[in-house]
């Protein structure tokens, strides 16, 4: 893994078609601003990951949620 540090208005480029900008950064969040293709899905990971069953069995499989459009 990558880790990197920015300040508000700084940008990271990823390829040729996708930078993430840093928006702002709070005491608990720090907001992201992502410009990418619009054919590229960009969901929150929490969004992604099957819940755990009732049998405490994890649900670890990633999966996109067909009804969540990208966000711009």
């Not at 940008?11 to 005491?27: E, H, K, Q």
């Not at 969004?47 to 009804?67: D, F, H, M, W, Y």
Request: net charge positive; charged share 25%.
């Amino acid at each position: 893994m990558l880790v990197l540090s920015r300040k508000p208005g700084e940008r990271i480029l990823i390829g040729d078609n996708v930078a993430v900008t840093i928006v702002r950064i709070g005491p608990n969040t720090v907001r992201l601003g992502i410009d990418a293709p619009r054919e590229m899905n960009i969901v929150r990971e929490e969004l992604c990951t099957t819940p755990p069953t009732v049998s405490g069995e994890s649900g670890g499989n990633k999966q996109r949620p067909a009804s969540v459009p990208s966000p711009r």
